[in-house]
Every structure is written in C-alpha cells, then in structure tokens.
C-alpha cells in the first residue's frame, strides 16, 4: 500500500492490478493494469509518479493522474519484492533473485546490482 495525495490510498493486488482508493467515500476510483502477476510492493517516487514492483520481474513506473505506464523496467530475474527510494532520488529493488537494483528513473537504466549474500547458520 501507498499513501498518495488528496487522501487516496494505492493497493496491490493478486489479481494484477493496482486499485486508486478513495480514503473518504471507501471507493475505488482508478485501476491500473498492466502487470501480468500478483503486485508485492508500491512506493511513491519523487516526481509523484507511482512504482510498482511485481512477480512478472518487473517495476513499473505510473502517472498517478491518468493511470498509464510510463516505463517499464526489467533486468530481475525472480519477484520484485521490495522497493525504496534512496537519498539521491534513485529508485532501489529487491528481488527474489538475491539481488538489489539500483536504478535511475529518468533514464530507466540499471546503474548498479548489489549482490545479496545468503548465510546459512547450523547449530
């Protein structure tokens, strides 16, 4: 879920679609499609434009105001799990694939991958 402007709420679902929510009448107010599986992570980026992170691998990036698609941006391997935007205004992913991507927005270019290591503790 995000907090947009104008007291809307922004919710991923199973279903691949993201729903705009009215956070007074309890409506729904837009939908936005284009994802092809179950969206786990949305986040509000500087330029109030929407991200979305998804099982299809990808991180779509929406006006808000007219619902479209902006960019699409690919380069995971496994589910975008986790989204945040960093100090600098670039966008970071995480995925299941063990990696984090940096990525600038304007551009939509991957600028770094960060290798996640995995540690396994036995007793």
Known sequence: MAVLL???L???SSDSTIKIWDTKTGKCIKTLEGH???IRSLIVLPDDTL???SDDQTIIIWNIETGEC???LEGHKDY?????VLTDGTLASGSNDRTIKIWNIKTSEC????GVILVLYSH
Do not use: P, Q, R, Y
């Open 111 to 114: 600028i770094n991958t960060l």
């Open 70 to 72: 902006i960019n699409t």
């Open 80 to 84: 975008v799990t986790s989204l945040a």
């Open 10 to 12: 922004a919710s991923g």
């Open 6 to 8: 104008d007291d809307t």
């Open 36 to 38: 092809t599986s179950w």
């Open 51 to 53: 991200a979305s992170g």
